[in-house]
Structures are given as C-alpha cells and as structure tokens.
C-alpha cells in the first residue's frame, strides 16, 4: 500500500482544510486508514480513522469539527477540518493498519509522507 497525503496549508483561525490521502495498491479497502498528526516538540497523535466498512472514529477533542470521509471507489480518504485552530498546528500524516489498534500511532504499517497544516491566530 502506498499512500499519499496532500491539501495542507496555511488557514487563519477558524478556517477550514480538507486533507486527502489517496492510496494505491489492490488491498487498500481492507485497511483502517488513519490521519495522524505530529506537533513540534509533540509525539505523534491519532485523529480520526475509517474502516473498510465505512465506520469512522475520532478522538473525542476532533468530534463535530473534523469529518473523514472516504470516495465510492475507495481510493481517497478525505479529512474535512472545520473551525481550525492554532493548536491544530502539526504535519498531518496518513497512513494505514490492518490491526485494531488504530488509535496507536504504531499500529500502523503504512504510512504518507505527511502534509503541513499551519493555523495562525
């Protein structure tokens, strides 16, 4: 599974991005794909996933301002990031597990190479 993350940037606060990782490779569907982040001088933090199945999860602080969606095709993962932050500052990976741990950054096996979200106050 090769991944790829794209659509950081640089928002005000309160603003939106939506992230998308695009995944190749034919077992891709059977994957949680996950969007993690890493803050300067943070360890690397679990956002928000989504199963084969389409069921998603989130880290409670994420719920009612990210969204992650995936395409028909199953192809793209999106995460829509809505009234952002500066504490939502960080490079925003995406990467994939077949475990069920998916709340731990070390479960998974594949991951992007991550995009810059960066929010000024």
């Known amino acids: 599974v090769q991944l790829q993350a794209s659509g950081g940037g640089l928002v005000q606060a309160g603003g939106s991005l939506r992230l998308s990782c695009t995944a190749s490779?034919?077992?891709?569907?059977?994957?949680?794909i996950g969007w993690l982040r890493q803050a300067p001088g943070r360890e690397r933090e679990f956002v928000a996933g989504?199963?084969?199945?389409?069921?998603?999860y989130y880290v409670d602080s994420m719920k009612g301002r990210f969204t992650i969606s995936r395409d028909t095709a199953g192809n793209t993962v999106y995460l829509q990031m809505n009234s952002l932050k500066p504490e939502d500052t960080a490079v925003y990976y995406c990467?994939?597990?077949?475990?069920?741990?998916?709340?731990?950054?070390?479960?998974?096996?594949?991951w992007g190479q991550g995009t810059q979200v960066t929010v000024s106050s």
């Open positions: 990467a994939a597990t077949s475990g069920i741990y998916y709340y731990t950054p070390s479960t998974y096996e594949y």
């Open positions: 490779g034919r077992t891709f569907r059977s994957y949680v």
């Open positions: 989504i199963n084969s199945s389409g069921g998603k």
